[in-house]
């Protein structure tokens, strides 16, 4: 059973409602709320162009192509007021999906750049192996030369 | 009647079944449990809260039986945590791109190392070689036989002076060194052997003098790599401690640790980060020809003059703690730098967390 105070409570935020409503008039909130709706796409639209630019290595191919469904079905959703849930969701989707397509695209260069240095480090490993075996050959040599000579000192 | 009560209850019955969890919102509670869960919330805050708030909605959604809803939040739960893993897992292949690269430049020390070898015992054996084609053409004789010796102490001579380098750090004495070992070859060749015997002795003064004048600056080369050896040692070690970042920087080895202290304003460690502190007291007894100079460091947020003064009361609680795990005091020096250095952006909560960090540069101690 709802107590005194939370109906008084209810009774004022019913008030303040239809205060704002008469003030700000039916379509001004839901215009606000169209404009933040448009604000974010458009931001999450340029992230989309620039991760697109970024993904040189395609790490990120699937998630773009779901990045661009969930951008387009935001266009089409943002004129439709009845739909503001459904865009709502689209956008979080569309955020969350760019997301991780920059943690992918990050992932790979890390991953490359982690292969190169491996490849560069072996190939001086094997160097090196074949230069020391050279020199313990030549330095054998020298001793046995040194032999015949009657020994450097 | 039966008939109907019989569908009544089989809609009751699938009303009260629950609906089942989708794969993503299994497989995010099971790795956000983990330890690797938390340790990933503590890296990255903000995106594991993301995670967590559309996994909250996703479990009220569930209890709703809201099947579009639930689905809907626990893929955005799984977008929020994937990406997470990856950026740690991003850090963690730039943490071993660090070792490889020091691998690879101690391949290539050791490389320099060998081809020096090779070089020398290439020199050697060129010298060597003429000497030995002289054999039966020159008569024996005593004159002979002493510019045979005088020569085979040049080439010792020249060796030793190459052993140090002075081919590259005493250039011109070198070259006078081995252009006189030549000539005192040629000279034997042709039967002058007191000429030879001559050249000879001046190739092994140069060479000396060649080797006096390298000796020097090779010992500082070769200490300067047993230092960075060294380095390379401690480096590694703080690497196998979780939760702290390294670098090398110029004249030692730098850690960082986040997070360190329990409450905003206060002094002391959070006690996960006790263990972590332990095993830096450990590392730092271990290399006790470091010196430790500890940085407390903190976000901008709040006055400037209070942040240093907090920060400073934290760089020496950090000392005190090392000091009770077995540093000695007069190894360490603690400073508070306030927020003046930040290295992350303080308008994100994330730069925040990574600006609130104990800084210690192990440099190894003039003592």
């Given at each position: 059973?709802?107590?005194?105070?939370?109906?008084?409570?209810?009774?004022?935020?019913?008030?303040?409602?239809?205060?704002?409503?008469?003030?700000?008039?039916?379509?001004?909130?839901?215009?606000?709320?169209?404009?933040?709706?448009?604000?974010?796409?458009?931001?999450?639209?340029?992230?989309?162009?620039?991760?697109?630019?970024?993904?040189?290595?395609?790490?990120?191919?699937?998630?773009?192509?779901?990045?661009?469904?969930?951008?387009?079905?935001?266009?089409?959703?943002?004129?439709?007021?009845?739909?503001?849930?459904?865009?709502?969701?689209?956008?979080?989707?569309?955020?969350?999906?760019?997301?991780?397509?920059?943690?992918?695209?990050?992932?790979?260069?890390?991953?490359?750049?982690?292969?190169?240095?491996?490849?560069?480090?072996?190939?001086?490993?094997?160097?090196?192996?074949?230069?020391?075996?050279?020199?313990?050959?030549?330095?054998?040599?020298?001793?046995?030369?040194?032999?015949?000579?009657?020994?450097?000192? | 009647?039966?008939?109907?009560?019989?569908?009544?209850?089989?809609?009751?019955?699938?009303?009260?079944?629950?609906?089942?969890?989708?794969?993503?919102?299994?497989?995010?509670?099971?790795?956000?449990?983990?330890?690797?869960?938390?340790?990933?919330?503590?890296?990255?805050?903000?995106?594991?809260?993301?995670?967590?708030?559309?996994?909250?909605?996703?479990?009220?959604?569930?209890?709703?039986?809201?099947?579009?809803?639930?689905?809907?939040?626990?893929?955005?739960?799984?977008?929020?945590?994937?990406?997470?893993?990856?950026?740690?897992?991003?850090?963690?292949?730039?943490?071993?791109?660090e070792l490889?690269d020091k691998e690879?430049k101690q391949f290539e020390a050791e490389?320099?190392e060998?081809?020096?070898?090779?070089?020398?015992?290439?020199?050697?054996?060129?010298?060597?070689?003429?000497?030995?084609?002289?054999?039966?053409?020159?008569?024996?004789?005593?004159?002979?036989?002493?510019?045979?010796?005088?020569?085979?102490?040049?080439?010792?001579?020249?060796?030793?002076?190459?052993?140090?380098?002075?081919?590259?750090?005493?250039?011109?004495?070198?070259?006078?060194?081995?252009?006189?070992?030549?000539?005192?070859?040629?000279?034997?060749?042709?039967?002058?052997?007191?000429?030879?015997?001559?050249?000879?002795?001046?190739?092994?003064?140069?060479?000396?003098?060649?080797?006096?004048?390298?000796?020097?600056?090779?010992n500082a080369t070769e200490a300067d790599q047993a230092k960075m050896a060294r380095q390379k040692a401690l480096f590694d070690k703080l690497g196998e401690i979780?939760?702290?970042?390294r670098q090398m920087v110029e004249g030692g080895v730098q850690i960082?640790?986040?997070?360190?202290?329990?409450?905003?304003?206060?002094?002391?460690?959070?006690?996960?980060?006790?263990?972590?502190?332990?095993?830096i007291?450990e590392v730092g007894k271990e290399y006790a020809d470091y010196a430790l100079v500890?940085?407390?460091?903190?976000?901008?947020?709040?006055?400037?003059?209070?942040?240093?003064?907090?920060?400073?009361?934290?760089?020496?609680?950090?000392?005190?703690?090392?000091?009770?795990?077995?540093i000695?005091?007069?190894r360490?020096?603690?400073?508070?730098?306030?927020?003046?250095?930040?290295?992350?952006?303080?308008?994100?909560?994330?730069?925040?967390?990574?600006?609130?960090?104990?800084?210690i540069l192990f440099v190894p101690s003039s003592k």
């Amino acid at each position: 059973m709802p107590s005194a105070n939370s109906t008084s409570t209810a009774r004022t935020a019913l008030g303040a409602g239809l205060l704002a409503l008469l003030l700000l008039g039916p379509g001004r909130t839901h215009a606000a709320d169209d404009g933040d709706a448009d604000a974010r796409l458009q931001k999450l639209a340029v992230s989309l162009k620039e991760q697109n630019v970024a993904d040189t290595r395609h790490a990120a191919t699937a998630e773009l192509g779901k990045a661009e469904a969930l951008r387009d079905k935001a266009r089409t959703l943002i004129g439709e007021r009845r739909e503001r849930e459904a865009l709502a969701r689209t956008l979080d989707e569309l955020e969350g999906t760019l997301s991780l397509v920059g943690a992918k695209i990050k992932h790979a260069e890390a991953k490359a750049k982690l292969d190169e240095a491996k490849q560069k480090r072996d190939a001086l490993k094997a160097e090196l192996a074949k230069v020391k075996a050279d020199a313990d050959a030549l330095e054998k040599q020298q001793a046995e030369l040194e032999k015949k000579l009657g020994g450097g000192k | 009647m039966k008939r109907l009560t019989l569908i009544l209850a089989a809609l009751s019955l699938a009303s009260c079944s629950r609906l089942p969890k989708p794969a993503e919102m299994t497989q995010f509670e099971a790795e956000r449990k983990s330890r690797e869960g938390e340790e990933l919330k503590l890296e990255l805050p903000e995106l594991v809260k993301r995670a967590d708030d559309q996994h909250a909605m996703a479990v009220e959604a569930h209890d709703d039986k809201e099947a579009e809803l639930l689905q809907h939040h626990a893929h955005l739960s799984w977008l929020w945590w994937q990406s997470a893993s990856l950026r740690r897992q991003s850090r963690e292949l730039g943490e071993s791109l660090e070792l490889v690269d020091k691998e690879a430049k101690q391949f290539e020390a050791e490389l320099a190392e060998a081809k020096k070898r090779q070089k020398l015992a290439q020199a050697t054996l060129k010298r060597m070689e003429q000497i030995i084609a002289l054999e039966g053409k020159v008569t024996d004789s005593q004159e002979v036989g002493a510019a045979k010796t005088a020569i085979g102490d040049a080439l010792t001579a020249l060796k030793d002076a190459q052993a140090v380098d002075a081919d590259v750090h005493a250039s011109v004495n070198f070259s006078a060194a081995e252009a006189k070992l030549k000539a005192a070859t040629d000279a034997l060749a042709k039967n002058r052997a007191k000429d030879a015997q001559s050249f000879a002795i001046e190739a092994k003064a140069a060479a000396e003098a060649a080797k006096r004048e390298a000796e020097p600056k090779y010992n500082a080369t070769e200490a300067d790599q047993a230092k960075m050896a060294r380095q390379k040692a401690l480096f590694d070690k703080l690497g196998e401690i979780t939760g702290v970042s390294r670098q090398m920087v110029e004249g030692g080895v730098q850690i960082a640790v986040v997070e360190v202290f329990s409450a905003s304003g206060g002094v002391d460690m959070q006690p996960m980060m006790e263990a972590t502190f332990v095993k830096i007291a450990e590392v730092g007894k271990e290399y006790a020809d470091y010196a430790l100079v500890i940085e407390a460091h903190t976000d901008s947020k709040g006055n400037k003059s209070k942040n240093l003064q907090l920060s400073d009361a934290r760089s020496k609680a950090v000392m005190s703690f090392l000091a009770q795990n077995g540093i000695a005091p007069d190894r360490m020096t603690a400073f508070g730098k306030g927020s003046s250095e930040p290295v992350a952006d303080n308008k994100t909560k994330d730069g925040r967390a990574k600006n609130r960090r104990i800084e210690i540069l192990f440099v190894p101690s003039s003592k």
